[in-house]
């Protein structure tokens, strides 16, 4: 399920609910571990909205399709037991192991961003049968994912009304972040470790949002009877059974993900505002403190809520590398029309309380070989850039580190001075500014006067747009696709992180 937004949740993992989607068994916590912030743990002005005492409860029944057979399902054994349907599975079912930890060691290899599908995710050798039906199901809508997502939610809420309070008033882009979470699943059903990675940052995620255990089953009976209304055509008992498992084994790696998550961290936390610097105009750079200690890796980014805009995330990255200090900072441009980014520029000031949500994306900084690093920053995308060069600088690596710095004008590299301090302080790190106005061509066009590339692996971050023409222009140079790295943080899903 995509990622509801809520200015109130429940670090509660269980949970009742019924029907077909309930989770075959409920998650397990330890009573003795902290279950995450508690009023103690909060600064004096809590800015949204604190959680409820009882959140709501799932409905069972009403669904608009019927339910598949369920032989065996009385089984309330351990996730690892098998999945209570005799159907042909699909290689979902091996997406069992226990959830990751959230900030990861540093891997040798790191897998792509689990926000994000990879840039080519190579086909699966022989699609399962469950995929095959999903996938033509989602084709078969696709054309009119707008009528579906509609017709989705409409259910939802006249189904559950209870459930309409989690989310935001204005839905336009929740319906788009719905579409584009269950093409992510279906392009990579067969994939397990990319979907797997994905899920449960999406699990961890939802847990800010106040999603439950009990929430799910409600969700799928809505998703299951969209579907099954715009893909008419094609629909039979065959798709639906397929649908229904692939959902009954997405949304338990999620609640798995979150009840794992929730013995180790809350599920947000508070952060108290204590310098805004407008940069320019339209950018400033906010530095917080949060209520509890916040562990990440430079090159992750998270969500912000504001107060005057709840059940509203946006993500931003990180613009530093861990600090002794604590504290968090962010580059933040006010786009049109962006509630966020225009209340973080315009309306914020130090003392104000925001919440974080959990740190994502795997734009991080491979510590286990020499490689050089080919870093593209355009506009605020130079913030995770500039952190990843700090986490070099402080693990002592004399790595060779090339820095393109990319701005419509001179005046949007606003952080240049820092990156340019940054380059007189190490001999290792080269710093170049591109203008487009002055240069007359775009920041991925300027790396390829520039190289060889062939020893370097390259992290992009900024536009949408610029990302993709960075990752064509690096291939074209010789960059292999897996020495590649960037995180979408324009809300693919995303997030519903």
């Known amino acids: 399920?995509?990622?509801?937004?809520?200015?109130?949740?429940?670090?509660?993992?269980?949970?009742?609910?019924?029907?077909?989607?309930?989770?075959?068994?409920?998650?397990?916590?330890?009573?003795?571990?902290e279950p995450g912030p508690d009023e103690g743990h909060r600064p004096d002005a809590t800015g949204p909205a604190g959680r409820p005492t009882n959140g709501p409860e799932a409905r069972s029944g009403?669904?608009?399709?019927?339910?598949?057979?369920?032989?065996?399902s009385a089984s309330t054994g351990p996730a690892e037991q098998e999945r209570p349907s005799p159907h042909a599975i699909s290689t979902l079912t091996s997406m069992a192991p226990p959830a990751e930890p959230r900030v990861p060691d540093q891997r040798e290899a790191p897998t792509p961003s689990p926000s994000t599908p990879p840039v080519s995710a190579p086909p699966a050798e022989e699609a399962s049968p469950d995929a095959l039906l999903v996938r033509r199901a989602m084709s078969e809508v696709t054309p009119v994912a707008d009528k579906v997502t509609s017709y989705f939610y409409a259910l939802l809420f006249v189904r559950h009304p209870d459930l309409r309070p989690m989310f935001p008033p204005a839905m336009d882009t929740q319906r788009d972040r719905l579409l584009r979470a269950l093409l992510t699943a279906a392009e990579h059903i067969d994939n397990t470790d990319v979907l797997v990675d994905y899920l449960r940052n999406l699990g961890r995620g939802h847990r800010k949002y106040g999603t439950r255990p009990e929430h799910y089953p409600a969700v799928g009976e809505c998703l299951i009877a969209a579907l099954s209304k715009y893909a008419a055509g094609v629909w039979n008992e065959d798709m639906e059974a397929a649908w229904v498992r692939t959902y009954t084994t997405i949304s338990q790696i999620m609640i798995d993900a979150a009840a794992a998550d929730e013995l180790r961290a809350p599920a947000w936390w508070y952060a108290e505002i204590v310098t805004h610097e407008l940069r320019t105009p339209d950018v400033a750079v906010i530095t917080v403190r949060p209520d509890q200690p916040y562990p990440f890796l430079a090159g992750q980014y998270t969500s912000l809520e504001t107060p005057w805009w709840p059940r509203i995330w946006r993500h931003y990255s990180f613009a530093s590398a861990p600090r002794s200090d604590g504290l968090l900072s962010f580059h933040v441009k006010a786009v049109p029309a962006g509630w966020v980014s225009n209340a973080l520029v315009h309306r914020a000031r130090p003392g104000d309380i925001i919440r974080l949500g959990p740190p994502v994306g795997s734009m991080t900084v491979d510590h286990t070989t020499d490689s050089g690093l080919l870093c593209l920053g355009g506009g605020t995308g130079i913030a995770p850039i500039k952190a990843m060069v700090e986490d070099?600088?402080?693990h002592g690596e004399r790595r060779p580190v090339e820095?393109?710095?990319?701005?419509?004008?001179?005046?949007?590299?606003?952080?240049?001075?820092?990156?340019?301090?940054?380059?007189?302080?190490?001999?290792w790190l080269s710093v170049r500014?591109?203008?487009?106005?002055l240069a007359h061509q775009q920041l991925p066009d300027a790396v390829r006067a520039y190289g060889p590339w062939n020893e370097y692996d390259a992290y992009l971050s900024g536009?949408?747009?610029m990302i993709r023409s960075g990752v064509d222009a690096l291939r074209e140079i010789g960059i292999p696709s897996e020495r590649i790295r960037h995180d979408s943080v324009t809300e693919l899903i995303a997030n519903g992180l």
């Open 1 to 33: 399920m995509d990622a509801p937004t809520t200015t109130s949740a429940d670090n509660g993992t269980s949970g009742g609910g019924g029907g077909w989607f309930t989770p075959r068994n409920k998650p397990t916590t330890n009573q003795g571990s």
């Open 62 to 72: 009403g669904t608009a399709v019927p339910p598949p057979s369920t032989a065996g």
């Open 392 to 394: 070099v600088a402080e």
């Open 403 to 427: 820095v393109f710095y990319g701005a419509r004008t001179d005046q949007d590299l606003y952080d240049i001075d820092t990156m340019l301090r940054l380059q007189q302080s190490h001999p």
């Open 433 to 437: 500014a591109i203008i487009d106005q």
């Open 463 to 465: 536009p949408p747009g």
